[in-house]
C-alpha cells in the first residue's frame, strides 16, 4: 500500500492520462491478437465454409453471397483494421510521451525546489554527487520505468492474455500443448536477469577501474615520467583492461548461453505446437486456419516471455530510486514554518551564552559564547582552525541554529527573525567563495541583478580586482566557474568582496575572505571598505593577527570558547594564546613570503 | 556529461542491454534505448577506407575465425530462409494433398534447420565477441602504451578530458561495432537479399506486390529514425545542462541561501527543465512511432499479398499462384522488413564506430618522446649543471626563456626567485625534458641532456612540487612508487627521514590506507610529505624542488622545510624558492624576470647591488 502511494503520488493530476493509456494499450492488445484470425476466417471460413474464430461483431460484417466479395471484404476490412490499429497506437503513444515528460518535469521540479530550500545542516551533510544523482537519474529511473518498462510489462500481459484467450475459444487442447514451454522458458528468464545482473555490476567495476587507472595516469603524467615509470604503468594498465576484458567475456558467454538455450526451447515448442497440430488436423479436431492462426498467437507468446523476465528484473531498481528521492521530499524545508518577522536591523549584537553541537557530534563546537558589539564597530574573531570561527558566523545567519543561549539582533532573538530577512541584512563573504558558471558582470551582480554595468566595475575597482579582469581575455564578459576560466583564491576573494559592495547591510561579515589576498592588498582593501561602510558592525573572522588588530574588540576562541577578548593591547599584555600567535606570525612574517596570491600553477 | 564515470557506466549498460541480442524479433521496441544509450558523436570520420583498413589489420590474427564466422552466418542465414519455403512447399505438395507422411518430413527438416540455425548463431556470437574484445583490448592496450611515451607538451595540448575519453568511450564505440554491427549487417544484408531471392523464385507476381510497398518504408523509417536521433541528442544535451546547473547550486548553496537567491535559481532551473521536458517529448515520440508503423506495413503487406493472392489463385488459377506460394511470399514479406530499418541504424553506428578508431588511432599514431632519443646512459651525475643562452617557449613565437645561462657545481644550492609568471618553473621543466629548449644548450656533468637516454635521466633527477599528484592506492605502494626494487624497509626508512612517518602509522590502517584518486583524503601537506618520501627513496643525484607557498598550516610547513632540508643535502638542488631562510641559505640566487635572467648572486652581493632582487625584497619580506 505504501508502495502504490510512493508510486503514484507523483502521477498527481495526470493519473488520468495514465489511465487512459493504459485502456487504450489493453484493447489494442486485443486486437493486435485478432489480425492472426483473419486468416483463419480467409482459409477456415471463405474457402471450407467452417466457423470463424473472429469475434461476431466483425464476421457479421464479412458475410457476402460469392467466395470473391468475401475475399475483397475481408481485404478492405483488415487494411481498414490495421489503420484504426496504428491510428489508435499513434494516439496512446502520445499519450504516455505526455505523461511521462510531464510526470519527470514535476518532479525535477519539485525536488529541486526542495533542495535549495533544505537546510544548511543537511547539505553540509549530504554529499553533492549523490544529490545530483537523485535530481536526475532516480528521477530518470523512474521515469522510464511508468514510460517504458511498465508500459512494456503490461503491454506484454496484455498481449499473452488475449492470445491464450483466442487460443482457447479455437481449441483449449492445443492452447495447453503451445503453453507447454512456457513456463521453463519464463522462470528460466527470471533467474537469468537475476543473476545476470551481478556480473553486470561486475563488469562496470572493472570498467571503473580502468578508467580511473587512465585518468589517473593522463593527470599525473609528469610525475609518471619523472620517475620513469612507464614501463610500471603500463603493466598496471594491462592488468585492469585484462580483467576488464574477462568480466566482459564472462557476460557475453552467459548472454550466448541463455539466448542460445532459450531460441532452442522456443524452437521446440513451435515443433511441438506444429507436431501436434498436424496430427489434430488429420484427425480432423483441428482446422486448417485455426493451425495457421495457432502459430501465430504462439508467436505473440512465446517470444516476449525473455524479456519479461528481463523487465521483472528491473523493478527492484525503481523502488530503490524512489526510496531515494523519498528520502528528500521526507526533509523539511527551512523556510516552510518561518517566521513572518521583519524588524529593522541597526547592528547591534549580542551573544549569550551561546551553545551549538552537531546532532550527531560528542563535542560542542561553540561553547557558552557571551559578547557584544555595538552598530558600526569592527569585531575581529581570532583562533585555530577548528576552533569554532565559521560556525559563530553560519549561527548568525541561521545557517545553523544555536541550541542554547540567544543571539540578539537589536534585542530581537534571531529565531524570531524571518531567514530571508536576517540573510538581506548580513552580509557574508566566505574564505573560498563560490562563482557561478557565468560571466565576471553576472557573478558580481548575483545578489542585484539589474545593476548598471558602471557600478559593477566602479566596486571590482574598490575590490582591487578590476585589473585582474582587464587582463582576462574577454574583460567582464569572461566566463568563469567551473566551467570557464579558473580565478586564483585572492582573485576569487576580492570578487566576493565586489559583490558585498554593491550593497549597504547594517551587518557584514568577512569570514577569513581575505587570507589568500597578500598583506598589502589587504590593507588596501581594508581602509577602502571601512570607508564604504562606516555605520556597518563589522566582524572579521581570521587567523591572520595583522588583520585582526585593528578591530575596536578583538575575541580570542579555542576549541568552541572565548578565551579572551578585549583590544590588540590588552590582549598583547595579557600573555596567552594571543600573544603566542602574535609572536609565532610575526616571526614568521619575517620570513614568509608574501605573494600568498601567487597565481602560477606550479606544475610540472 | 560533467562525470565522465556515470556517463560510460550507463553506456556500457545500454550497449550491453542492446548486445543482447540483435536478432531477436522480440526486442524491437528497445531500438529506441539502444539510440539512447548512443553518445553523442562529435565529427563524423574523415578517412574511412583507411580507417577500416587499419582495424582489419587489426583483426587480422584473426582472419580465419572471422571467415569461419562469416561463412556460417551467411549458411545459417540461407538455410533459416529457407524454411517459408519448405512451408510453401509442404502446403502445395502435400498438406493439400493430404499427404501428411511428406509433411510430418518436412517439418522435421524446419526443425533441423532451425536448430542448426541457432547453434551456428550462438557460436557466431561468441566468437565474434571474443575477437572483438581481444581487438580492442588489443587497441586499448596499444593507446595507452603510446600515451605513456608521449611528451608532456601533448598533454598540454589535447588535454586530459579528451584524452581520456577517447580510450575509455571511444574504444567501447569500436568495440559496440566490431561485436555487433558486423554481425548484424551480415545478418541483415543476407535476409533481405535472400528473402527477395525466394519471393521471386516462389512467385514474381506477389513479390512485385511486396517490393511496391518498398519506396514508401524505406522513406519512412529513415525519416522517423532521423527525427529520433535528433531529440534523443536534443534530450542528452539539455539533460547535461540540467545536471550543470543542479551541480552547480548544490555545491554553491551556502552562497544562494546567503544571497537569498533561491527563487531566481529556481527559475533558471525551470526554463532549462522545460526544455528538457519538451525535448524528451519529442524523442519519445518518434522513437515510439517507428515500431507501430513498421508493424503496420508489415500487416499490410502480409494483407495485401494474401488477399492479392487470393484474388489470382481463383481468377488466373492454381497454375500462377498456389496456396503455398501465398503462404510463402506472405512470410517472406514479414522478414525482410525489419533487416531494411535496422541497416539504416547499422550505418550510422558503423559510422560511429569508424569516427572512435580514427581518434583512438590518432592516439597511437602520436609522436614517442622516446622515438628521438639521446644514446649516453648515465650511471650516476655528479651533479654540474651548465645553462647555456637557453631560450625556449612553449609556442615558438612566444618566447618564455630567453638566453638563460649559468653554472651550478656540485652540491651546490641555487635559488631561483622571481615575480609570478615570469619563467622560474619552466626553467625547471627544461633540465629533466619535459620540453627541450629551442636554442641554446643544458649540459649535466659536461654532457648535453638532448643526448642522454630521457628515462636514465629523469631517474636521476628528484622533483618535489607544491601540488603533488598521488595514485589511488595504498600510502605504502605510493612511496614505493619512488623505487620498484626498494625493500620494505627501505620505504619506511625514507618515510621516516621525509617525516611523513608520524602521521602514517597515526591513520587507522597506517601505510595500508588507501590514497583515493587524486590524494583528495589527504590534506596538502600530508601529500606532500608522502610526495617527499617518495623522492627520497628514489634517491636522485640532482633535485628540484618548489617551496610551498599556501594553504599549508605553520607547523606542517616547518615539518616540510625540514625534509627538504634534509634532502638537498649534498646534492646539488635547483629550488623555486619562497622562503627567506632557503634565499640566504642559497650558494646562488637566480632573479627571473619576464623570461630573462636579470640578476645573479647571493643574497648579501644581490641586496648591495640594490636592483631588481632589493626592490623585490622588499616588497616581500620587509
Redesign the interface.
Known amino acids: 500500500m505504501r508502495r502504490l502511494k510512493q508510486f503514484t503520488q507523483w502521477m498527481k493530476g495526470q493519473l488520468h492520462l495514465y489511465i487512459i493509456g493504459m485502456l487504450l494499450l489493453f484493447f489494442l492488445q486485443y486486437f493486435r491478437t485478432l ?1 492472426p484470425l ?2 483463419q476466417h ?1 482459409v477456415d471460413t471463405v474457402f471450407a465454409n467452417k466457423p470463424s474464430a473472429l469475434p461476431a461483431f466483425i464476421a457479421n460484417l464479412l458475410i457476402a453471397d460469392t ?2 466479395r468475401q ?2 471484404l ?2 478492405v476490412f ?2 481498414a483494421f ?2 484504426f ?2 491510428t489508435f ?2 494516439v496512446q ?2 499519450i ?3 505523461f ?3 510526470t ?2 514535476n518532479m ?2 519539485t525536488l ?2 526542495r ?3 533544505l537546510s ?1 545542516t543537511y ?1 553540509s551533510q549530504a554529499d ?2 549523490d ?3 537523485r ?3 532516480d528521477v ?1 529511473t523512474y521515469r522510464r520505468f511508468i ?2 518498462q511498465l508500459v ?1 510489462v503490461l503491454r506484454l500481459l496484455f498481449l499473452m492474455v488475449f492470445a491464450v484467450y483466442q487460443m482457447m475459444l479455437m481449441n483449449p487442447r492445443m492452447t495447453a500443448i503451445s503453453l507447454a514451454m512456457s513456463p521453463i522458458i519464463l522462470v528460466s528468464a527470471l533467474v537469468y536477469f537475476a543473476y545476470v545482473k551481478k556480473i ?1 555490476r561486475r ?2 567495476e572493472a ?2 577501474e ?3 587507472a ?17 614501463r ?3 603493466e598496471k ?2 592488468k585492469t ?2 580483467k576488464f ?1 574477462e568480466e ?2 564472462r ?3 552467459l ?3 541463455f ?2 538455450g532459450t ?2 526451447l522456443i ?1 521446440a515448442q ?2 511441438l505446437t ?2 501436434f497440430g ?1 496430427y489434430f488436423a ?1 484427425m480432423g479436431t483441428l482446422d ?1 486456419g485455426q493451425f ?1 492462426a495457432f502459430l501465430s498467437l504462439l508467436g505473440l507468446i512465446v ?2 516471455l ?2 519479461l523476465g ?1 523487465i521483472v528484473g528491473d523493478f527492484g531498481k525503481t523502488t530503490v530510486a524512489l526510496d531515494r528521492i523519498d528520502e528528500i521530499m521526507a526533509q523539511e524545508s527551512e523556510h516552510e514554518n518561518d517566521t513572518t518577522n521583519t524588524p529593522d536591523i541597526q547592528g547591534h549584537i549580542r551573544f549569550e551564552n551561546v551553545t551549538f553541537q552537531f546532532v550527531d557530534d560528542t563535542k560542542p563546537l561553540l561553547k557558552n559564547v557571551s559578547f557584544e558589539v555595538h552598530p558600526g564597530e569592527t569585531l575581529a574573531v581570532i583562533g585555530k ?1 577548528g576552533s569554532g570561527k565559521s560556525t559563530l558566523m553560519n549561527l548568525m ?1 541561521r ?1 545553523l541554529d544555536n541550541q542554547e543561549g540567544r543571539i540578539l539582533f537589536d534585542g530581537c532573538d534571531i529565531k524570531s527573525i524571518n531567514k ?1 530577512h536576517l ?2 541584512n548580513v552580509g ?1 563573504v ?1 574564505q573560498e ?5 557565468k560571466s565576471v558582470y553576472e557573478n558580481i551582480g ?2 542585484k ?1 539589474d545593476v548598471p554595468k558602471e557600478r559593477i566595475v566602479d566596486v571590482a575597482n574598490i575590490a582591487r580586482v578590476h585589473d585582474d579582469i582587464e587582463d582576462f581575455e574577454a574583460g567582464y564578459d569572461t566566463l568563469v ?3 570557464g576560466v579558473t580565478l586564483s ?1 585572492g582573485q576569487k576573494q576580492r570578487l566576493a568582496i565586489a559583490r558585498m559592495l554593491l550593497d549597504t547591510k547594517p551587518v557584514l561579515i568577512f569570514d577569513d575572505s581575505l587570507s ?1 589576498v597578500d598583506t ?1 592588498t589587504d590593507i588596501q582593501i581594508r581602509r577602502a571598505l571601512y570607508k564604504h561602510w562606516q555605520n556597518t558592525t563589522v566582524f572579521i573572522i581570521t587567523h591572520r593577527i595583522t588583520t585582526a588588530m585593528e578591530a575596536d574588540k578583538i575575541i580570542v576562541l579555542d576549541q568552541g570558547e572565548i578565551i579572551a577578548q578585549g583590544t590588540h593591547e590588552t590582549l598583547l599584555a595579557e600573555g596567552g594564546l594571543y600573544a603566542e600567535l602574535y609572536h ?1 606570525q610575526t616571526k ?1 612574517a ?7 596570491g ?3 600553477d ?3 | 556529461m560533467s562525470d565522465p564515470k556515470i556517463l560510460t557506466k550507463r553506456e556500457l549498460n545500454e550497449k550491453l542491454k542492446a548486445q543482447i541480442d540483435p536478432t531477436d524479433p522480440s526486442q524491437s521496441p528497445k531500438r529506441g534505448g539502444r539510440m539512447r544509450g548512443s553518445p553523442a558523436v562529435g565529427p563524423k570520420p574523415k578517412n574511412i577506407r583507411q580507417t577500416v583498413f587499419r582495424l582489419l589489420s587489426y583483426m587480422g590474427v584473426f582472419k580465419f575465425a572471422l571467415l569461419f564466422v562469416a561463412l556460417a552466418l551467411i549458411a545459417s542465414t540461407l538455410m533459416f530462409l529457407l524454411v517459408p519455403f519448405l512451408f510453401s512447399f509442404a502446403l502445395d505438395n502435400h498438406f493439400l494433398q493430404f499427404d501428411f507422411e511428406g509433411v510430418y518430413r518436412i517439418a522435421l527438416i524446419i526443425l533441423f534447420l532451425a536448430l542448426f540455425n541457432s547453434m551456428v548463431r550462438f557460436f557466431s556470437r561468441f566468437v565474434m565477441a571474443r575477437i572483438s574484445q581481444k581487438v580492442v583490448k588489443k587497441l586499448r592496450s596499444d593507446a595507452f602504451d603510446k600515451l605513456m611515451k608521449a611528451p608532456v607538451s601533448y598533454y598540454d595540448e589535447k588535454g586530459s578530458g579528451d584524452i581520456v575519453s577517447r580510450i575509455s568511450n571511444d574504444v567501447e564505440l569500436i568495440s559496440n561495432s566490431l561485436g555487433q554491427t558486423v554481425l548484424e549487417g551480415i545478418n541483415s544484408s543476407i535476409v533481405i537479399v535472400g528473402a527477395f531471392f525466394f519471393m521471386f523464385y516462389l512467385n514474381w507476381m506477389l513479390a512485385l506486390v511486396v517490393v511496391a510497398f518498398l519506396p514508401i518504408m524505406v522513406l519512412f523509417t529513415v525519416k522517423i529514425s532521423k527525427k529520433t536521433r535528433k531529440g534523443f541528442k536534443e534530450q542528452q544535451i539539455h539533460l547535461a545542462s540540467l545536471n550543470g546547473i543542479i551541480e552547480e547550486n548544490v555545491s554553491g548553496l551556502k552562497t544562494v541561501k546567503l544571497y537569498n537567491q533561491e527563487e531566481p535559481f529556481i527559475e533558471e532551473f525551470r526554463d532549462e527543465n522545460d526544455k528538457l521536458k519538451r525535448a524528451g517529448f519529442m524523442a519519445q515520440f518518434f522513437s515510439g512511432l517507428i515500431w507501430p508503423f513498421i508493424h503496420f506495413m508489415n500487416n499490410l503487406i502480409f494483407l495485401t499479398v494474401i488477399g492479392v493472392g487470393a484474388f489470382l489463385h481463383l481468377y488466373l488459377g492454381a497454375a500462377f499462384v498456389t496456396i503455398g506460394h501465398i503462404a510463402g511470399v506472405s512470410q517472406y514479406s514479414r522478414q525482410f522488413i525489419m533487416p531494411i530499418s535496422n541497416l539504416a541504424q547499422l550505418f550510422n553506428a558503423l559510422m560511429q564506430g569508424i569516427a572512435g578508431a580514427e581518434r583512438v588511432f590518432e592516439i597511437i599514431d602520436a609522436e614517442s618522446e622516446y622515438d628521438a632519443d639521446g644514446e649516453v646512459s648515465i650511471d650516476t651525475l655528479q651533479g654540474e649543471i651548465e645553462f647555456d643562452d637557453v631560450t625556449f617557449g612553449y609556442d615558438e613565437d612566444v618566447l618564455v626563456l630567453q638566453d638563460i645561462t649559468f653554472r651550478a657545481k656540485k652540491g651546490e644550492l641555487i635559488a631561483i626567485v622571481g615575480p609570478t609568471g615570469g619563467g622560474k618553473t619552466t626553467t625547471i621543466k627544461l633540465l629533466n625534458r619535459f620540453y627541450d629548449v629551442l636554442s641554446g644548450s643544458i649540459k649535466l656533468d659536461g654532457i648535453d641532456v638532448r643526448e642522454m637516454k630521457k628515462d636514465e635521466l629523469r631517474k636521476k633527477i628528484g622533483v618535489v612540487l607544491q601540488d603533488t599528484h598521488l595514485f589511488k592506492g595504498s600510502v605504502f605502494d605510493n612511496i614505493h612508487y619512488g623505487d620498484f626494487d626498494a625493500t620494505k624497509e627501505e620505504v619506511l626508512r625514507a618515510s621516516k627521514l621525509a617525516g611523513a612517518h608520524d602521521f602514517i602509522v597515526k591513520l587507522p590502517k597506517g601505510y595500508d590506507t588507501e590514497i583515493h584518486e587524486g590524494g583528495q583524503n589527504f590534506s596538502q601537506g600530508e601529500r606532500q610529505l608522502i610526495s617527499i618520501a617518495r623522492t627520497i627513496l628514489s634517491d636522485p643525484d640532482l633535485l628540484i624542488l618548489d617551496e610551498a607557498t599556501s594553504n599549508v598550516d605553520t607547523r606542517t610547513e616547518a615539518k616540510i622545510q625540514e625534509s627538504m632540508n634534509l634532502l638537498m643535502e649534498g646534492r646539488t638542488s635547483i629550488v623555486i624558492a619562497h622562503r627567506l631562510q632557503t634565499i640566504q641559505k642559497a650558494d646562488k640566487i637566480l632573479v627571473i624576470h619576464k623570461g630573462r635572467l636579470i640578476e645573479t648572486g647571493t643574497h648579501a652581493s644581490l641586496l648591495e647591488q640594490k636592483g631588481f632582487y632589493h626592490s623585490l625584497y622588499q616588497a616581500q619580506f620587509e
Open positions: 489480425t483473419f486468416v480467409i467466395v470473391q475475399l475483397l475481408v481485404a483488415s487494411v490495421a489503420l490499429r496504428l497506437v499513434f503513444r502520445v504516455f510521451a505526455v511521462t515528460e510531464r519527470a518535469y525535477r521540479n529541486y525546489d533542495l535549495q530550500n544548511f547539505h553533492t554527487g544529490l545530483i544523482q535530481t536526475t537519474t530518470d514510460g517504458e512494456d553486470f563488469v562496470e570498467e571503473g580502468m578508467t580511473t587512465v585518468q589517473e595516469n593522463v593527470t599525473g603524467n609528469r610525475v609518471v615520467k619523472a620517475f620513469a615509470n612507464e610500471f604503468e603500463m594498465f594491462d583492461s585484462t576484458r566482459s567475456m557476460l557475453t558467454k548472454m550466448a548461453f539466448w542460445g531460441d532452442l524452437f513451435y515443433a506444429a507436431s498436424i488429420v486448417t495457421i517470444w516476449p525473455r524479456q528481463r582552525t545567519v545557517l530571508k540573510r538581506k557574508i566566505l567563495p563560490f562563482l557561478y558558471s548575483i545578489i541583478r566557474g567551473e566551467r583564491g589568500a598589502e609565532q614568521i619575517q620570513e614568509f613570503e608574501a605573494h600568498k601567487g597565481d602560477e606550479a606544475t610540472i
